[in-house]
């Protein structure tokens, strides 16, 4: 019998990413996943998103930073305000 091998804290970050950047796509309501842009050069340009659906995104990311890789809510809050600056989507009704 095989052990799992246990994923580095580099790897599970990397898949977080992957996670997050899916769930940005269905909290912006766009059917396309994290493979459908990976490579595409400034893919964040070419979807958007409301302010209020990037608000509720955050939340849920810091959420989910805060159960899946362990962060405590600065942490994850932190890392939420890194991703939205990497990967963020445009806003569509900036004001």
Avoid: C, P
Avoid at 50 to 77: C, D, I
């Amino acid at each position: 019998m095989e052990s799992k091998k246990r994923l580095s804290k580099e790897e599970k970050l990397n898949l977080a990413i992957i996670d997050l950047v899916n769930q940005m796509f269905i909290f912006a309501g766009h059917e396309v996943t994290y493979n459908d842009v990976v490579g595409v050069e400034n893919w964040f340009q070419k979807y958007t998103m409301t302010v209020e659906q990037s608000e509720e995104f955050k939340k849920w990311g810091k959420n989910y930073l805060m159960k899946k890789l362990r962060m405590n809510a600065k942490q994850a809050e932190r890392e939420m305000m890194w991703f939205s600056l990497q990967w963020g989507l445009t806003y569509s009704n900036w004001t």
